[in-house]
């Protein structure tokens, strides 16, 4: 059960990453040129390749109870951000993401740009494209080594993010545009009803309580997440209808 549930938040959640980082790339790379974005694209990754190579076995010797009560302490902070806004966009007090209106303005700021070429590099392509693909990536390796270290699985939790990057990168080289039709909003929904769901559960258990069934329990834990936020987006609707009318 937490198998499952672990690669299906590490897929979503790096499938959202990678739409967003997509849109700018794409925007960049046929703007620009290709060269300069794609390099930029190809160091960031191996920088990320760097922290998780670092990362991942120093968390594997920490004791397992430590690390579910810190993991669960940051997810659920890191879980209730992406959830918040999530709700607020589903109520309609948040505008719903837009990946065309995002490519549209990635294109128009790339056009706008000064051209400066360091080391044979078209440095605001080369910059850009790096910038977008670390900071995303580094979302997507936080995910994959807290769950997967507090599963104690992190090839299991890198088997979902790379399904995603893989799927969705191959899509995105063979529409050459942005990922409009993707339910991006809907994902980052889901995304941190898990997050917070995983949040509650291991810092329960690092705590040193025990939940009744065992990892069965993270059904009941999502259905009252679940539940909860869905409440939440009701009662924002009604406010938002209320004070329209005022």
Same mark, same amino acid.
């Given at each position: 059960m937490a198998a499952v549930f672990l690669v299906l938040s590490t897929f979503l959640a790096s499938a959202v990453e990678v739409v967003e980082t997509l849109t700018i790339v794409l925007a960049i790379g046929v703007t620009r040129g290709w060269r300069a974005t794609?390099?930029? /694209?190809? $160091?960031? *990754?191996?920088a990320l390749a760097a922290v998780v190579a670092a990362l991942g076995p120093a968390l594997t010797v920490v004791p397992i109870e430590r690390l579910r009560l810190v993991v669960g302490a940051l997810l659920l902070v890191f879980g209730l951000q992406w959830l918040r806004k999530a709700i607020l966009r589903a109520s309609g007090f948040k505008a719903l993401h837009d990946e065309e209106e995002a490519f549209a303005k990635e294109l128009e700021e790339a056009r706008a740009a000064g051209r400066e070429e !360091?080391?044979?590099?078209?440095?605001?392509?080369? *910059?850009?494209?790096?910038? =977008?693909t670390l900071l995303e990536g580094l979302e997507v390796a936080f995910i994959v080594l807290t769950f997967g270290a507090s599963q104690g699985s992190i090839p299991l939790a890198a088997l979902g993010a790379s399904a995603a990057? /893989?799927?969705?990168? =191959?899509?995105?080289?063979? /529409? !050459?545009?942005?990922? $409009? !039709?993707v339910p991006e909003n809907s994902i980052k929904f889901a995304v941190g009803v898990m997050l917070t769901t995983f949040g509650?559960?291991?810092? *329960?258990e690092g705590a040193g309580a025990t939940w009744p069934g065992g990892d069965a329990s993270l059904l009941g834990v999502l259905a009252f997440v679940t539940l909860g936020s869905l409440a939440l987006v009701?009662?924002?609707? !009604?406010? @938002?209808? @209320?004070?329209? /009318?005022?």
């Open positions: 794609l390099i930029g /694209v190809g $160091a960031a *990754t191996i !360091r080391a044979g590099l078209d440095w605001y392509a080369f *910059t850009i494209a790096f910038k =977008s990057v /893989v799927i969705m990168v =191959s899509i995105g080289a063979a /529409v !050459r545009a942005p990922l $409009a !039709r509650i559960f291991w810092a *329960t009701t009662l924002l609707k !009604r406010e @938002r209808l @209320r004070i329209a /009318v005022a």
